[in-house]
């Protein structure tokens, strides 16, 4: 596609419940970024892959978080056990290769009530 | 791990007057620094980037200077229009191109 697509652009669950978050990068980007934003803050880094590998998944918060990108394409970000801290905006991103230009998708926004 | 620190957290300026916005960083392996601009409700979107080979870019009305001895680099905004209202983001990565960013500047043009 022309950009970044996250899909839903909402969702709210309830505590407790599994929510899937989906990406798909714009095509022949090898690489691409999971980030959570809450209000008033700077993205901040979860995980990254490189192809259908997890390069480095040093910022998920907790063994709730898990992400995969089996086939090097679209990704998905995974929430077991919501909590009402894990609400924010969740932005995708995807670059031709480590290290260019990052191209963000417009976000899901998790609420958790 | 790299930390960025962003200053000012807000930043009021007449139309056609000049923003400036600075950002330290803590990685001396950092060698990517780009800039995003975030309007409310909206994706982030670069507006230039500077890598550790280069000391200046310009862009039109922004600039990036990067100063890799202090590990501090700046944007610049010169006059400025209502157009450029926006939270400005600085980010620093390494090689792998995980970004870290900093808190953000809540810029306002005022007409």
């Known amino acids: 596609g022309a950009g970044v697509s996250q899909t839903p652009s909402n969702k709210v669950t309830e505590k407790g419940k599994y929510v899937e978050l989906r990406c798909d990068p714009i095509s022949g980007h090898t690489a691409l970024y999971w980030y959570r934003q809450s209000l008033g803050q700077g993205p901040e880094f979860l995980i990254y892959f490189q192809g259908t590998g997890a390069a480095d998944d040093s910022g998920l918060p907790n063994d709730r978080f898990f992400a995969v990108r089996p086939e090097g394409s679209v990704s998905t970000l995974k929430i077991q056990r919501t909590e009402r801290g894990d609400s924010a905006v969740y932005l995708c991103?995807?670059?031709?290769?480590?290290?260019?230009?990052?191209?963000f998708g417009q976000g899901t926004r998790l609420t958790v009530v | 791990g790299e930390n960025v620190e962003q200053h000012p957290s807000t930043l009021s300026v007449q139309e056609g007057d000049s923003a400036v916005i600075k950002c330290t960083y803590s990685d001396s392996a950092s060698n990517y620094f780009p800039w995003y601009k975030q309007e409310l409700g909206k994706r982030p979107q670069l507006i230039i980037d500077i890598r550790s080979n280069v000391g200046e870019k310009k862009d039109q009305r922004i600039a990036v200077t990067l100063n890799k001895t202090a590990k501090h680099f700046s944007l610049h905004i010169t006059e400025t229009q209502p157009e450029d209202s926006a939270v400005y983001f600085c980010?620093?990565?390494?090689?792998?191109?995980?970004?870290?960013f900093g808190a953000g500047t809540q810029v306002v043009v005022t007409p």
């Open positions: 980010a620093a990565s390494d090689s792998w191109g995980k970004l870290q």
């Open positions: 991103a995807s670059s031709r290769d480590a290290n260019t230009e990052a191209f």
